[in-house]
């Protein structure tokens, strides 16, 4: 069963404003890890932002920031001031804490494309 | 150089071939990984090695064989590839082995796209 959901293949935002790009996650543990990465056209995956389970306080790097509801099993990252060089593939990813296999487990993307 | 370098970036290959993947890196981490970026699929972990040694093996066909000679290097010795092999391969490492809890954060290379006609 798919784990991490991202239910928006693509998406188009206006440069200046704030996006929410969306993922929908699914565990049983109690300790796990959600993480976002940006891949431009360039191929490399770049790490956003981290946000543990057990954090009280949404994950915040610079414009991004992690609107983390652990009831609803949604980790939906927020870009503010969109800039032209945000436009990417962005991919949420999660790992469970317990048991052996900690490996990461991906979700589809979302295309951004940021318009002038 | 600084982070994860991989070469080439570009690669083609007939079936027949043998060819290597390159990842070096420069972070001082002590674990490796082999991803597959394909279309439309989520990303696939390959292999992963903790301190040159192999941890994991996600069912790879034998056509796909990694070295990592010590902590700052790791290949992907290709051969008799099908075309469905044809995709990005990533390259990334981190600074404790994948069975590591907490933000084990990886770090990518910029991919090597690998052609199979």
């Known amino acids: 069963a798919q784990k991490i959901t991202q239910t928006q293949p693509g998406m188009f935002v206006q440069e200046k404003e704030a996006v929410t790009l969306d993922c929908t996650y699914d565990t049983s543990d109690q300790s796990y890890g959600l993480f976002w990465y940006k891949q431009p056209s360039s191929g490399e995956m770049i790490f956003l932002i981290y946000?543990?389970?057990?954090d009280e306080q949404n994950a915040t790097e610079g414009r991004y920031s992690l609107n983390f509801q652990k009831a609803r099993k949604s980790a939906n990252l927020v870009i503010s001031a969109s800039q032209l060089g945000d436009s990417a593939m962005y991919f949420c990813a999660m790992r469970e804490n317990a048991g052996n296999n900690r490996k990461l487990i991906w979700g589809l993307g979302t295309s951004l494309a940021v318009n002038p | 150089e600084t982070g994860v370098t991989q070469t080439p970036r570009h690669l083609v290959m007939g079936m027949t071939n043998k060819k290597s993947l390159k990842c070096e890196q420069h972070?001082?981490?002590?674990?490796m990984y082999w991803y597959k970026q394909s279309a439309k699929k989520p990303l696939e972990l390959m292999f992963v090695?903790?301190?040159?040694?192999?941890?994991e093996n996600n069912s790879v066909p034998s056509r796909f064989s990694p070295e990592c000679p010590n902590s700052s290097h790791l290949f992907l010795h290709l051969h008799t590839l099908q075309p469905e092999d044809s995709a990005l391969y990533l390259c990334?490492?981190?600074?404790?082995?994948?069975?590591?809890?907490?933000?084990?954060?990886?770090?990518f290379g910029a991919g090597s796209r690998l052609t199979v006609l």
């Open positions: 946000q543990g389970s057990y």
């Open positions: 990334a490492s981190s600074q404790s082995g994948s069975h590591s809890s907490g933000a084990n954060v990886l770090t």
């Open positions: 972070l001082g981490h002590n674990a």
């Open positions: 090695y903790n301190f040159k040694e192999q941890t």
